[in-house]
């Protein structure tokens, strides 16, 4: 077609020149307008008053899926890719530069790079730890950060993320490390001011306010810090990539290149990410899997208690948890939680019960409240801090087995502090605190619980059941009630003063529980 269309362009040539002047004398011959070039791909429009017009290249996009990046050229109720509803959104396809790689060669790998040996020939060293000046961090991520780990850690706005992680370098920098502080959300005097208000007072950290990637590992070269700190990882963006800041490409991009500049130089990097409002963490989930070590800042914005959990760890326990109480002088560890998940009661009230839970390594008393009243037509069942599904199913089994009826009744039930208990130890405890709000009567004096309850009746053991009692008896109760399995075999001073009952089955421990009225 193209061949076509230059030789039909050089006869309107040949035409314009030798045709030139052979009409009538004093007439001119009109001349022939030669037509635009054509597009590379051949296409042309004639409009209306015949002029000819280029078609103008649509740009090209594609859907991204905002939980596991899955792409699709069209829109899709459900991801292919993890089956997730509602979360493809446009995007605008990347071009990747010609001979160009986005990664670049000094971040071709995660880790250096070995020759295949058996794996009992690898020697295994041992990770060594700094100490952060938070002792509930330094419970969290295994007893310190570790050199050239990646850290992600998220919460909802105003929970103290950047507070903590701010008196944080502050106390790595006096310890004599070298620090970097990027700040993509707030200006360097913002974060002065944040650091007064705080009481840190002629503190040397590098402060660098900053969005751009390239700049800051530029910046990340130069200054050589121990620790860096970038708050958030939704607010940098790549200059190798066209979408916005915050998308699915460039979160996943960025955090890759700086992932891969800790492991190559050694410095610890600390990203912050925000959440949705399903209390996920934006962005792939990618991002997750990248990371060594990633934390979830949790707690009511009204309270002035902050629990930090860790969901994924490699250089240390998950599900560990550290408590911080927020003062006008920023974030304080509570070395004795316990203490603020307990109500103080001058006596005991019906529908109380102490678990003892384990979260991660530490024992922690949490106190279960319940309350049955009458209800309606639709009676509700309501659980702040423990799973509905599991609580219907807990009173499905009080009535098969023990023969307490809560169908024609609404039950609530409350874990005290805004603590979330998953694990099913707490089983034992819900039922007992659901029976003695219904009979009215309170459960006696310095009493405690746990222990996992099957749908065929049965007290199941709970992990770690000599710590648990170490801890009621370390803070002074007086009777416990456990399954079977978790009782002491022989006597040990560490219980001296608690008395342990062993129940096998639910209906065994209501009637225990009604003895000790």
């Known amino acids: ?76 109720g459900k991801c292919p890719g993890c089956g997730a509803w509602n979360t493809l959104v446009e995007s605008a396809a990347e071009v990747a530069a010609p001979g160009k790689n986005r990664l670049g060669a000094a971040f071709s ?56 992680l701010l008196q944080a370098v502050d106390a790595l920098q006096r310890a004599g490390l070298p620090t970097l502080y990027v700040t993509g959300e707030e200006s360097g005097a913002q974060v002065a001011l944040r650091a007064r208000r705080l009481g840190i007072t002629g503190s040397q950290v590098a402060v660098l306010a900053e969005i751009q990637l390239e700049k800051i590992i530029a910046t990340l070269a130069a200054q050589k810090p121990a620790v860096a700190v970038i708050d958030s990882i939704q607010t940098v963006y790549s200059d190798q990539l066209t979408s916005a800041p915050g998308s699915v490409a460039q979160v996943r991009e960025c955090a890759a290149h700086l992932t891969r500049w800790a492991k190559s130089s050694g410095c610890a990097i600390v990203l912050v990410g925000h959440v949705t409002k399903d209390g996920q963490l934006a962005g792939p989930r990618v991002l997750e899997h990248m990371v060594d070590t990633v934390l979830y800042f949790e707690g009511d914005t009204h309270s002035s208690f902050r629990l930090i959990r860790a969901i994924k760890n490699r250089f240390g326990a998950v599900n560990e948890i550290g408590v ?104 034992l405890a819900v039922m007992l605190a659901i029976t003695s709000s219904l009979r009215g009567k309170p459960l006696p004096k310095g009493f405690i619980a746990f222990g996992e309850v099957g749908l065929a009746g049965e007290v199941r053991p709970a992990p770690r059941g000599q710590e648990r009692l170490r801890e009621a008896a370390k803070l002074g109760f007086a009777v416990a009630v456990v399954p079977k399995a978790n009782a002491p075999k022989k006597a040990d001073k560490a219980f001296e003063g608690l008395t342990i009952h062993a129940v096998e089955r639910v209906d065994e421990a209501m009637a225990l529980v009604r003895g000790l009225d």
């Open 109 to 164: 790998a995660l880790a250096p790079s070995a020759d295949v040996q058996p794996l009992a020939a690898i020697e295994a060293v041992d990770v060594a730890r700094t100490p952060t000046g938070q002792g509930e961090l330094d419970r969290v991520l295994g007893g310190g950060i570790v050199e050239g780990g990646v850290v992600l850690i998220g919460g909802d706005p105003g929970i103290g993320k950047s507070t903590l």
């Open 324 to 427: 911080f109480a927020m003062t006008e002088r920023g974030l304080k560890g509570v070395s004795n939680p316990s203490a603020i998940f307990l109500s103080q009661h001058a006596q005991p009230v019906p529908g109380s019960c102490v678990l003892v839970t384990l979260e991660g390594t530490r024992p922690m008393l949490v106190e279960i409240q319940a309350l049955v009243d009458t209800g309606g037509v639709s009676p509700r069942r309501l659980s702040v801090g423990l799973e509905r599904d599991r609580l219907a199913m807990l009173l499905a089994v009080l009535h098969q087995h023990a023969g307490v009826a809560t169908g024609d009744q609404d039950v609530f039930v409350n874990a005290v502090g805004g603590v979330r208990i998953s694990e099913p130890a707490a089983d």
């Open 1 to 76: 077609m193209v061949a076509a269309f230059a030789s039909h362009q050089s006869l309107f040539d040949t035409f314009n020149t030798k045709g030139r002047g052979a009409g009538r004398a004093g007439t001119p011959r009109p001349q022939l307008r030669r037509p635009p070039a054509l597009s590379p791909s051949g296409r042309r429009r004639v409009s209306a008053t015949g002029g000819i017009h280029l078609f103008m290249a649509k740009d090209k996009t594609i859907y991204t899926c905002n939980d596991c990046g899955a792409t699709s050229p069209r829109w899709l």
